[in-house]
Structure formats: structure tokens, C-alpha cells
């Protein structure tokens, strides 16, 4: 039996500050490099969500020695020495993410790994990281010809390729370079739309001779440093409440540290087209960081496409959702990929929508939401956490609130966010 979670409409504007949790594409690289690299690393302000904690149990399954210091802080004790086959099974629950980079990971490792998740997981493509792998000299196999998970990795020697993958994925680029710092020769990933930066930025904090721009990257065999990493807070997490303040009548939210980097602050800028009052405040120098703070605001509607989806392509529900209360109609196109995240998110959007009294219609390749006001009714995450999110963002917008059924979905990436939902609904 799933829960359900009931959000009212919220009674008063959302204030001062909220808890997010870490980024989970930078933790869960920071656990995958932290195992290689030898000695000790620190990680603290990771990914609460049951996500990460399957990667962390994966390379701890590996041998990489995991001690948790307090709820978002581990030590991870890593490097070739202490690295082994996994005598199971490695189980990476509802994270894409996950088993997409372990199979990376796993490439360039001397033994045989097996990778599986939940259903969803067991949906979603996997002949993108597969075809790279083989040709770099990995044996990769799983079911439907060794394009969906399980996937049973035999790593080894492992020669780089240069790789120009149709689709632009962060996941694929990831998986690839994480295999090309055990291959001879240089690896270099070419993309056709620049993705997240994170496997190229921790690869370098990490001391790996890897070289990057915007839409390439490349990496030789190198030996890995510890580090001590503070991951920032999570902009796919804050585009939430950046949605929710936008839409709660008296708002004035500060939401603290968050990644604004290249490939993750997309949302910020079609938010700012809308209409929303978003300033950037405590711009690291580096402009990797900053605090946003969120003031209500009235919105227009837009259009989502092109080049700029691969940099937005998780906040789209909440996106969705702004649109809902938008004046207009709002298009999201090219976002084809939308369809196989943990959820096809095209109709679970729409339903969704539909479902609380908003006209949405699936297009093949994204969605269109007609502005106006969110009356409120029962929606259904699918079993997918951003999905839920998002409605129950939409339940403090709404006239009539909003439960959600699949709440327990949440879990795998923001185990807090019904806390702080309580805090400020
Ligand atoms: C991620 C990349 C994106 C994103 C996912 C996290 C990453 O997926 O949707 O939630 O950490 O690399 P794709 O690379 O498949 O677009």
C-alpha cells in the first residue's frame, strides 16, 4: 500500500529559509571517484535520498570502506588496493543515475558486476551506456540485447574511444568518462547539446588529468586524491520551492549554497522569462553557488525548447506547474527524453494536470499547459518522486488542495521535503 499525502492550500506566504538536501549528481560522483582515489575522502551535505545511499552500499560492496559521520556526512577509504568484486548482486534501487554511472565505473573494473533496480529502472534505456562500454573493450550484456537493466558488466582493459552519443546525457557522459580514467589512450565525449558539468568538475577536483569545454570533455588513466568535498544544495530540489514561493501570494524565501553551474540553472532562466522574482545573492567567485531568494510574482506563460531542455529537463514538472498558473499557454518541446525518466513524465504530467482541473495535452516530444487556476483534486506521483513533488507544490497554489497518492516515492531523493512543507504550509 503507497501513502498519500493531502497539501492545502497554503494560508500564509512561504518564509525565511529551507533545508535542502545535497546534490545528488554531484554525490553520487563523489562517491564513485571517492572509492578510487587513494585514502580517505570526506563528503559532507550529500544526497539524504535512498538514490545515494545505493551508490554509497555499491562501492562499499566493492570494498571501499564507508564510515557515516552524522546524516549527510561519510568517510570514504578507497583506492585499488582495497577495491574487489562484489560478491552480490548490486542493487541501485530507483537511481538511473546510479546505474548508469556504476556501469561506467564498473567498466574499468578487472571483475564481473551485476547491476539491477526497481521497475523503473528495468524500463528505462540502457544500450546508451551499454554500446560505449563495449566498444572501449567492456563485455556488457542484459536483457532485450543487453539494453535494460539487469545489466551484467564484465570490466577489464579498456582502451579510449572518442564517443558523440545522439542524445545529450549527462548519465552517458558520465558513465563514459568514469570508464575512461582506467582506459589506455585518451577518452573524449562529445555532446550535441553541452550537459551538467559535475563528472568533469569532481574529476578535476579529484587531481584526474581530464580537459573540458562547453559540450566536449576527455580524460586519460589517472591516479586519483582524496578530497574533502561540501556538495552544494540541489537546484532540481530548489526549483520546487522557487516554484512554490513564485506562486504563494507574500512569499519571501532565501533558499541557501544552491548549484547554479553550467547545465543545472536553466529552470532560473525561463522562470525570469515568466515573469518570477528570483535574485542571486553570494555568488561564489567561480559561479558555482549562490543563495536564491524568491519573492512571489505573477507569471506569463512561455516556451520551453531547443537547446536549452538537456539544462531543465528535471525541473519540467515544476515548470508544469508554474505554467499551470501562468497566464497563456506554455509549450515544452524537444524533451523527448522526458518520456523515459522515473516516470514517463509527458503523461504523468498531464495526468496530473488534468487531474486538479488544468487543460494540458501530450505532445510526442513534450507537453502544452494552459494557464489559469489550479482547482485541486487527487494526482497520482507514479511512483516517481519529482512527480510528487510538484503536485503537492501545487497544492499550496490550488483552491481546494491537493493529495497525492505514491508520496512514499519522495524517499529516494528528499526524505525532508514534507517536513519543511509542514514548516511553511
Ligand atoms: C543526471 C542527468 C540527467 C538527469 C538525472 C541526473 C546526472 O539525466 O535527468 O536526474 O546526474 O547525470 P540524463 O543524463 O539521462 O539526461
Known sequence: MGTRLAVAPARRGLRGSIRLPGDKSVSHRGLLLAALAEGTSRLSGLSGGADVA?????????????????????????????????????????????????????????????????????????????????????????RA???????????????????????????????????????????????????????????????????????????????????????????SQAAFWVVAATLVASSDLLLERVYVGPGRAGFLDVLARMGADVTLEGEDPAGRTADLRVRSAALAATTVAGEEVPGLIDEIPALAVAAACAEGTTTFADAGELRVKESDRV????????????????????LVVEGGALEGGAVDAAGDHRIAMAFAVAGLASAGGVSVDGWEAVATSYPGFEEELRRCG
Open 54 to 142: 545505493h551508490t554509497a552500499a555499491a562501492v562499499a560492496a566493492c570494498g571501499a570502506e564507508v564510515r557515516r559521520e552524522d546524516a549527510t556526512t561519510l568517510t570514504v577509504a578507497g583506492g585499488e588496493g582495497w577495491l574487489h568484486e562484489p560478491g552480490a548482486v548490486l542493487d541501485v534501487g530507483n537511481s538511473g543515475t546510479g546505474i548508469r554511472l556504476l556501469a561506467g565505473w564498473a567498466a574499468a573494473r578487472p571483475w564481473l558486476t551485476v547491476l539491477q533496480g526497481d521497475a523503473s529502472v528495468a524500463r528505462r534505456p540502457m544500450g546508451r551506456v551499454a554500446e560505449p562500454l563495449r566498444r572501449m573493450g567492456a563485455a556488457v550484456d542484459g
Open 145 to 235: 540485447g543487453g539494453t535494460l537493466a539487469p545489466l551484467v558488466v564484465r570490466g577489464g582493459a579498456l582502451t579510449g574511444v572518442e564517443h558523440r552519443p545522439a542524445i545529450s546525457s549527462a548519465q552517458v557522459k558520465g558513465a563514459v568518462l568514469l570508464a575512461g580514467l582506467g582506459a589506455g589512450g585518451e577518452t573524449v565525449v562529445y555532446e550535441p547539446v553541452p550537459t551538467r558539468r559535475h563528472t568533469e568538475e569532481l574529476l578535476e577536483r579529484f587531481g584526474a588529468e581530464v580537459r573540458h569545454g562547453p559540450g566536449w570533455a576527455s580524460v586519460r588513466r589517472s591516479r586519483l586524491q582524496p578530497v574533502e568535498l561540501a556538495v552544494p544544495a540541489d537546484p
Open 347 to 366: 503523461a504523468t504530467t498531464v495526468a496530473a494536470l488534468r487531474a486538479i482541473g488544468v487543460a494540458a495535452d501530450e505532445r510526442p516530444d513534450g
